[in-house]
């Protein structure tokens, strides 16, 4: 067996697993805030209808949730299935269609609601539109110079915003606002975190069944059969009354993820001590040590006890002696 060449498959697999996961959260991202951003505007529509080419069928509801049809062949009687299902969550689609295949059925589809002509995608439609025949065209631009265009894309949309202000109150505003920005991105992308957790252990949730993470006096935090994130929280402006929490945008507002992942895994740990030998060994270690320290302490208090029952016992025998004396 070629070790050295097994070790670069992992390698490669594992950098392309990564990567597959990093495009995931930015996919999801990005369409979080497109849907944000239109949110209204589909509402007001009363959803749209994206993609109808059987089998494959994509919609929108006037809530946000897609409807996506499925087609599989059933194994006892060989026919053709199609089944309906809904996907509530941005992350789940993005495992369903590519990004770019959603994006242009919203496009498409809001063009022909709105009775417009299919929008040009491709060169030869470009051209015919503008009556011009494809072969007397040519290209001014060259390989090199794509690479270019493409590389200064990248750099352009990495670079973070340049802030500018002509005094103190200006340079605090800017600040703030861009500080405001910065937070809805980091619960966007810890929402897009809780989500993939979700959509992960969906099937295993379903053997452990509803898991209680947090349980306090103001707030309740439940990991379902589901696979899904509930909380209730009693918010300090709520007038006493409790606020329901399902969607991962709404829990993020309350909870950090790296404390959600923390105490589910101390939770699971508590319900199955054997999925965390190691924390027992600690707790059994700790309780070890306390019940030496109990032991040490009963045995210091026996032997105060001791020593106070001689001197009680030398007191009196010196009374004896002086009343004898008398």
Same mark, same amino acid.
């Given at each position: 067996?070629?070790?050295s060449?097994?070790d670069t498959?992992?390698?490669?697999?594992?950098?392309?697993?990564l990567?597959?996961?990093?495009?995931?959260?930015e996919?999801?991202?990005?369409?979080?805030?497109?849907?944000?951003?239109?949110?209204?505007?589909?509402k007001d529509?009363?959803?749209?209808?994206?993609?109808?080419?059987d089998p494959d069928?994509?919609?929108?509801?006037?809530?946000?949730?897609?409807r996506?049809?499925?087609? +599989?062949?059933d194994?006892?009687?060989?026919?053709?299935v199609?089944?309906?299902?809904v996907?509530e969550?941005a992350? %789940?689609?993005?495992?369903l269609f590519n990004?770019?295949?959603?994006y242009?059925?919203f496009?498409?589809?809001a063009r022909?609601?709105?009775?417009?002509?299919?929008?040009?995608?491709?060169?030869?439609d470009?051209?015919q539109?503008?009556?011009v025949? #494809?072969?007397?065209?040519?290209?001014?631009?060259?390989?090199?110079?794509?690479?270019?265009a493409a590389a200064?894309d990248?750099?352009?949309a990495?670079?973070? #915003?340049t802030?500018?202000?002509?005094?103190e109150e200006?340079a605090?505003?800017?600040? +703030?606002?861009?500080?405001?920005? +910065?937070?809805?991105?980091?619960q966007?992308n810890?929402?897009a975190?809780?989500?993939?957790?979700?959509e992960?252990?969906?099937k295993?949730?379903?053997?452990?069944g509803d898991?209680?993470?947090?349980?306090d %006096?103001?707030?309740r935090l439940?990991?379902?059969?589901?696979?899904r994130f509930r909380a209730?929280?009693?918010?300090e402006d709520?007038?006493?009354e409790?606020r %329901?929490l399902?969607a991962p945008?709404d829990?993020v507002?309350?909870?950090?993820?790296?404390?959600?992942?923390g105490?589910?895994a101390?939770?699971?740990?508590e319900? +199955?001590?054997?999925?965390?030998?190691e924390l027992?060994?600690?707790?059994?270690a700790?309780?070890?040590?306390?019940?030496?320290?109990?032991d040490?302490e009963?045995?210091?208090?026996?032997a105060?006890d001791?020593?106070?029952?001689?001197?009680?016992?030398?007191g009196?025998?010196d009374?004896?002696?002086?009343?004898?004396?008398?």
């Open positions: 067996m070629d070790v060449r097994n498959l992992s390698a490669l697999a594992n950098d392309a697993a990567e597959r996961t990093a495009f995931l959260v996919a999801t991202d990005q369409l979080h805030k497109f849907l944000d951003r239109n949110a209204n505007r589909i529509l009363g959803g749209l209808t994206l993609i109808d080419e069928y994509l919609s929108i509801a006037p809530d946000g949730t897609f996506v049809r499925s087609r +599989y062949e194994p006892d009687t060989g026919e053709w199609s089944e309906t299902e996907v969550s992350s %789940e689609l993005i495992e990004p770019a295949e959603i242009t059925a496009a498409e589809a022909e609601a709105a009775g417009f002509e299919p929008e040009p995608t491709a060169t030869d470009l051209l539109t503008a009556g025949p #494809p072969e007397d065209s040519f290209s001014l631009a060259t390989d090199d110079d794509e690479g270019y200064a990248t750099w352009a990495g670079r973070a #915003p802030l500018e202000a002509d005094d200006g605090a505003a800017a600040i +703030y606002s861009l500080a405001l920005d +910065y937070q809805e991105k980091s966007q810890e929402a975190l809780l989500e993939q957790f979700e992960s252990v969906g295993l949730a379903g053997m452990v898991l209680v993470i947090i349980d %006096e103001d707030e439940i990991l379902g059969s589901s696979g209730e929280v009693l918010p709520g007038d006493g409790w %329901e399902t945008d829990i507002e309350f909870y950090d993820p790296t404390d959600v992942f105490d589910l101390d939770s699971l740990a319900a +199955y001590p054997s999925v965390a030998p027992a060994d600690e707790d059994e700790e309780g070890d040590a306390d019940d030496e320290a109990d040490d009963a045995d210091h208090d026996e105060d001791d020593e106070a029952d001689a001197e009680a016992a030398t009196g025998a009374g004896a002696e002086a009343g004898k004396d008398r």
